[in-house]
Every structure is written in structure tokens, then in C-alpha cells.
């Protein structure tokens, strides 16, 4: 007899020292939980290639700033979404991904169509402790996508992370971090630390419908130029890619400001 769970069906369960991993579909989709009902990743059973996410198809938001990145860094993998689509799109790119949970990456493999690829990388331990050991400017894009069941994982949550992540971005690199936004405080926190340690100015795009909020940061002030074209650069992006980055580009606005005036 099937197990319900999380209003779905359960197909899978371990549990490792930082408690469960369940697989759970529903309606046609197959989701990641750490116990609780929130989602850390999902994948549309029909289209397994897409993102079916929206908060995993904003953190691409940071291609408007940096649309052909040649060495990526992903901490926490999570399903596996985002490193199976850029594998697909990026066929030039390389990807390290920094996955703290063993039984996590065997998930993603195993029920998530994660492929094995001599251009993904996935180094079991903890994302502080990878980004520390990285080498300086080595990487044009980094995605933060690093929780628990219950919020964001304590060793991302401070500043000496996105320190020293800011230290592995190359000229022109551009760091993508979930946040969750049903936390003013918090959010407000996580904010100040990207504006402390990046050039300005720091981003957001509060993803619609959901708490998270995409914090975008770089490693040098885009130009006025890169600012001016972004409605362009959008609308040639989403020909390309198939995502919103219109509406992308439409929800911008500086971390702890006004919208931007520039769009």
C-alpha cells in the first residue's frame, strides 16, 4: 500500500545525521523534502530537463550579467535542477558543486536524473570548508542554494562565506544566493553582508508568489552600459534560454532600496 506524504505519493526515504531525505511525487511531479513540507527541489516527471521551480529559474537572473560563464560553483545541489539544465545549456561549461549530504547526491543520481558527467564535479562536505580551500578567481558564476527543512544552512549564514566566495569570483563574476524573504530581518541581514563584501550595487528579485528573494552580487560594479542594455539583453536571453528573464530584469531593484531607476 502506497505511503502518503506531503500530499503525495512517498517513493523514497533515508535517513542520514542530519535527519530524512524523502522523494515525493504528486500530480506529476517529483519533489525533494528534509522533512518538512517544504520543497528543495522538484522535477516535472513529463519534462524532467526543465526547471520546474521558479525560484531555481531566478537565480539565473545572474546570466543577465554574465551569459556564457565558463566555470561555475553550486553550493548545494539539492535534486540536482540547476546542474542538469546548465549542463545542458553550457555545453562548454565545468561544474563544482559543493553538496554537504552524501545520501543527497545519490538521490539526485538515482531519482532525479542527475547525469554522470566528466564536467560536474560534486565534492561531499561542507560548502564553508569547500569555498575556503578554492583557488582565487575561479569561477564566473556562483549558486548558493544551501537549506535545511527549516530555513538557510548556518555555515552559508554568515560573513566569512560570502567572503571569501567573493575572493573565488572572477572579473566580471557574478554570485547568486536563495534567500528566504518571509523574514524581514533576516533578509535585511543577509543583504548587508552581500553589500559589505561586493561591489555595488547588491540586487534582489523577490521571486512572485514565493519567500524566496534571489540576492544577486558582483565582483565588479556592472557599467552603465550593462545597466542601460538590460531590457535587450533580456528579451535576447529569453529567446535563447525559454525563461522570464524579462520579467526578470523588470523585478530588479537594489538591496534595501527603492526600485532601480535605471529600468
Known sequence: MALLRYGGTLMHVSRDEDGPIEVVDEDGVRAMHFGTSSRQSAMNLADPEQLELSYTRAMLSALL?????RRILMVGLGGGSLAKYLLRQLPEARIDVAEKRANVVKIAHGW??????PRLDIHVGDGMAFVDKAAPDSYDLILVDAYHGYGMAAEIAQHAFYQRCSLLLTTGGVLATNLWGNDAPILARSLRML????ARPVLQLHVQGKG???GLAFNRTPSNAVMKGLREKAFALQQRW???FVLFAKQLRRANTAWMDWL
Open 212 to 214: 524566496n528573494v534571489i
Open 112 to 117: 532525479f536524473g542527475l547525469p554522470e558527467d
Open 242 to 244: 525559454g525563461l522570464e
Open 195 to 198: 553589500e559589505e563584501h561586493y
Open 65 to 69: 550579467f554574465h551569459d556564457s560563464p
